[in-house]
């Protein structure tokens, strides 16, 4: 029996982020200015997270709704 092939990472998420600009989500593509690029590496080293996680949380924790 022939084991289908995995996907690849970048196949996964690209098919994760079609999916969420499908059901209504946005994909954003950002011009940090060097005084917050420098904010946000300090956060990344800090928490260890990535940059896509610290400002998902960001505008999920300050935006207004779902409360």
Do not use: F, V, Y
């Not at 982020?17 to 011009?31: F, S, T, V």
């Amino acid at each position: 029996m022939i084991k289908p092939i995995d996907k690849t990472n970048a196949q996964r998420q690209a098919s994760a982020r079609q999916r969420l600009i499908a059901e209504g989500g946005r994909q954003l593509g950002l011009a940090i200015p060097p005084d917050i690029n420098a904010r946000l590496s300090a956060e990344m080293e800090r928490t260890g997270e990535s940059a896509r996680a610290i400002i998902l949380r960001l505008l999920q924790n300050n935006l207004p709704g779902d409360e």
